[in-house]
């Protein structure tokens, strides 16, 4: 036997019908809350993994072999994404 579930009166639902705590109206935001365009797949792959890199480095204090054996690649891959996204170490001050 099949079941209806009604979600909604209307037939599609729209920003105004969504929990205010799940709302997502605007661009999306990267590293450092800063405004991303991330229209495709690709774009939004990318910015998510350079902060996740970012974060991670930090979170070990910058130290490459540690960060490598935490989010479990080898060092040279690490190096690799490091070079991609052009990241590079943050300095105090």
């Known amino acids: 036997m099949e079941r ?3 979600m909604s009166p209307a037939e599609s639902i729209d ?3 969504l929990p205010e705590s799940i709302r997502v109206d605007g661009p999306s935001r990267g590293p450092d809350n800063e405004t991303v365009k991330a ?6 792959k990318e910015v998510s993994e350079r902060a996740f ?8 204090g910058w130290n490459i ?4 054996e935490l989010i479990d690649t080898p ?6 994404k490091l070079e ?3 990241i590079k170490q943050e300095s105090d001050g």
């Open 4 to 6: 209806l579930i009604i």
């Open 15 to 17: 920003l105004p019908d």
């Open 39 to 44: 229209g495709t797949l690709r774009e939004h």
């Open 53 to 60: 890199l970012e974060q991670k480095l930090r979170d070990t």
């Open 65 to 68: 072999s540690k960060t490598a």
């Open 75 to 80: 060092r040279s891959n690490l190096y690799k």
């Open 84 to 86: 991609q996204y052009n």
